[in-house]
């Protein structure tokens, strides 16, 4: 059956919507989204209008109008401390901190106190616990009043109950309850805060509020005033201490100044300074010298053994005169003895007397250099017994500097002490005063700028936002459920939802036909009195026919998954419809559940399929005509019929035409006799209509379906679990079996229609079309 005309068709589609669901998968299909919500359109609305009806009663009946009172103070720069320095110790402060600060007192229990006893607000009806509503559900109490310790003592102690409230109990709690109901923000980047107290009544909401606010205002005046007077009791005591330092420290000055005999201590060390001062620049020199010296004697001293050449060349010996000259004088000599070299012999008078005054001129120089070399080394020596003696005074007087300092330092360091006792002494005085001159003066720089007046309107409940957002929510939870509901029927409702789960043509949807019976419904193609679904029949038998055209289908099965889906109405409609066209055969295959009978009236006792297929009646004597229709029933069914070890046989010729020995339908379906009975049948009929039974229940239908050369397949709309149909569409498939095409069937037209879904489709709605 893989070659088979259906085989053709399908495959193509299968891979044409098979692409198509991939690509959905990734999408939402919005269109679909709407249509869901449109449908639950009604239900959201109620959904929304019941509860924006329970919060507005909510809201009027339950919650309690809270009204806010506020008061904006205005805090401006921290007043200078009054001693000067004290402001290096608060300078690391920021203005942000410092409005931090007073917003963090604002909400401190004292100042909540201070409001509580002002204005009485423990025995104020509002605020006060002991005049409350009492609610209704008091357990305590219902515990209490059936006397535990008489009936049940240890549940008694299980449960105390609870003991009425003292004034401490009542001045806490309202205390508390006020702290809870006071908020105190910022006004944008100023320095103003605002005292926001939230409570039932407006009038005691302002009162609160302006109670706090002048409250606050009091208890800075109140620091203030005891931090003017702790200060000056301390700067008194400060002040006596300071004196008698001042004193002690003039006293120290004057007695080491007597003691070391300092007069003009600033004169001496002036003098002192002027001699060191001389000193050092002539031991600078001299030291100077002496190192000129030591260099012109070391060089002088390096060069005495050497020849007379080298020892001229020394700076000290070449600057001087007298060498000079005597170096002209034997360069002369020398001259002349080179001269009368060249024109006489070793032995001319002329040239030994040359020879005589070059060495004359020689010893001259000698004695001349050594003479400088002689001062040189005198110099030296000189130089040397100057700077050691300049070091030596140089010493002294540097030592008499220093202890003339060490007494300098010493006066200045009482003078220094003496010189800031008495400053702090003088700055302590004149605080001393200006803060007893201001000692009444506010210094807390803080004013209220606008104080509470009362409230008109409530701060909460706010009605409007309130049932906005319940009505908001209530739609949001409405479609919510809406599209749950939708995802989680797992039924088919569209005809675009079965093609694309499928992956299978839908050749029609069937309509819903109300108030019919059993045998109406199998006649009403031919009575034709609707003519909606007759138009859906004559589509299905379209599509048969362009098929059967090219490649004929004889054999057409009609199954579905499971019984009541409409497969026999199907199935006898639409051989209704092939009969004005062509010769057909209806063939009811369904043998544990037969239809065909009870819709025309047959005999119950009347042969049919499994009669013919055991071998107990012929096939002419089982087919019935009605009209031009011709129908195999599904005849009589019997218990089957057992061999020894108790397992149903086929019959044998030696069997009579008993039914009791028939076999099982499963036993006769897959018998040669079936395949043999079709082939007969072929050559008769153009097409044989062949009612299944429901595929998942028995295998009944597989079995037909092999014998098939189209398999419709009928599904119930908004009734058959989706992943049934699959599975069984997917056990056919897998047997190679030709699928031709499901059928929507019972789809109630006016309720799609209602939700927005299109089920007018025709056979030319397909693009594919056999070829």
Excluded at 211 to 230: G, N, P, V, Y
Excluded at 502 to 516: A, D, R
């Amino acid at each position: 059956m893989d070659n088979s005309p259906s085989t053709y068709v399908e495959r193509p589609l299968q891979t044409h919507l098979h692409q198509q669901n991939s690509e959905d998968q990734d999408t939402i299909d919005l269109l679909n989204v709407w249509r869901v919500i449109w449908r639950a359109k009604w239900s959201i609305g109620w959904l929304v209008l019941l509860c924006c009806a329970l919060a507005v009663a909510v809201v009027t009946t339950l919650m309690t109008p809270q009204y806010i009172g506020s008061t904006t103070l205005l805090f401006n720069d921290k007043t200078p401390p009054a001693v000067s320095f004290q402001q290096i110790k608060d300078s690391g402060s920021t203005a942000t901190e410092y409005l931090q600060t007073q917003q963090a007192l604002l909400q401190s229990r004292d100042l909540a106190e201070r409001a509580v006893r002002k204005l009485n607000l423990t025995t104020n009806p509002i605020t006060d616990p002991r005049q409350q509503p009492k609610s209704w559900f008091t357990p305590r109490q219902w515990l209490a009043d059936l006397d535990l310790d008489q009936w049940l003592p240890v549940l008694s102690k299980l449960i105390p109950v609870k003991d009425p409230l003292s004034e401490d109990d009542v001045f806490n709690q309202v205390t508390q309850n006020l702290m809870l109901h006071t908020n105190i923000k910022f006004v944008g980047k100023s320095q103003l805060l605002q005292i926001d107290v939230e409570l039932p009544d407006p009038d005691l909401a302002a009162a609160v509020a302006n109670s706090l606010a002048q409250s606050f205002t009091d208890s800075q005046l109140d620091t203030s005033e005891k931090s003017s007077q702790t200060l000056t009791a301390w700067m008194n005591t400060r002040l006596i201490n300071l004196r008698d330092n001042l004193r002690a420290a003039e006293k120290k000055l004057q007695g080491y100044r007597e003691e070391q005999g300092l007069v003009d201590v600033g004169g001496v060390a002036t003098i002192s300074a002027n001699e060191l001062e001389m000193t050092g620049n002539r031991m600078v020199d001299a030291r100077r010298n002496r190192a000129e010296a030591e260099s012109e004697y070391r060089q002088a001293k390096a060069l005495s053994s050497g020849d007379l050449s080298r020892l001229s060349s020394v700076p000290a010996v070449l600057s001087n005169p007298l060498v000079q000259q005597f170096q002209a004088d034997r360069a002369k000599a020398q001259a002349k003895v080179d001269e009368l070299s060249a024109r006489y012999g070793s032995k001319h008078p002329n040239l030994i007397a040359a020879q005589s005054e070059l060495r004359a001129a020689t010893t001259s120089l000698q004695l001349q250099v050594q003479q400088v070399v002689a001062g040189i080394e005198r110099q030296y020596q000189l130089a040397t017994a100057s700077e050691a003696s300049l070091r030596q005074s140089f010493n002294s007087n540097k030592a008499q500097i220093q202890d003339i300092a060490r007494k300098e330092f010493q006066l200045r360091e009482f003078q220094r002490e003496v010189d800031s006792t008495r400053a702090l002494y003088e700055t302590f005085v004149t605080r001393l005063k200006e803060t007893a001159a201001t000692a009444d003066m506010d210094s807390t720089k803080v004013r209220i700028v606008d104080p509470a007046i009362v409230p008109v309107e409530a701060s909460k409940p706010r009605k409007t936002l309130i049932v906005g957002i319940v009505g908001l929510l209530a739609a949001v939870i409405g479609v919510a459920l809406a599209l749950l509901q939708d995802k989680l029927s797992n039924t088919f409702k569209t005809d675009e939802s079965m093609e694309s789960t499928l992956n299978i043509p839908l050749l029609s949807v069937v309509p819903l036909v109300m108030k019919k019976s059993r045998r109406q419904l199998a006649r009403l193609f031919e009575d034709n009195d609707n003519p909606r679904f007759s138009e859906t029949i004559r589509n299905l038998r379209t599509w048969l026919m362009l098929q059967s055209s090219d490649m004929p289908s004889q054999v057409v099965l009609v199954t579905s998954t499971v019984a009541g889906e409409g497969k026999s109405t199907i199935a006898n409609n639409l051989a209704s419809s092939l009969t004005p066209l062509e010769r057909v055969l209806l063939i009811d295959a369904d043998m544990r559940q037969p239809t065909l009978s009870l819709n025309f009236d047959f005999p119950p006792d009347s042969p049919g399929l499994a009669n013919v297929i055991a071998g107990t009646a012929r096939l002419e004597d089982c087919i019935v005509s009605v009209g031009n229709l011709d129908m195999l029933p599904a005849g009589r069914m019997a218990p089957p019929a057992l061999d020894l070890f108790g397992a149903p046989r086929l019959p044998s010729p030696a069997d009579t035409n008993d039914s009791a020995h028939q076999p099982p339908p499963q036993d006769l379906l897959s018998s040669p006799r079936m395949a043999r009975m079709l082939e007969v049948l072929k050559s008769r009929y153009r097409h044989i209509i062949i009612d299944s039974p429901p595929a998942e229940m028995i295998s009944d239908a597989l079995l037909l379906a092999r014998h098939s050369d189209a398999v419709i397949y009928v599904v119930k709309a908004d009734s058959t679990p989706i992943n049934q149909v699959q599975r069984s569409i997917a056990m056919l498939q897998q047997s190679h079996v030709p699928v031709f095409g499901a059928v929507l069937n019972q789809v109630d037209l006016r309720k799609a229609r209602k939700y927005g879904y299109n089920h007018s489709r025709t056979f030319y709605n397909y693009d594919l079309v056999p070829r």
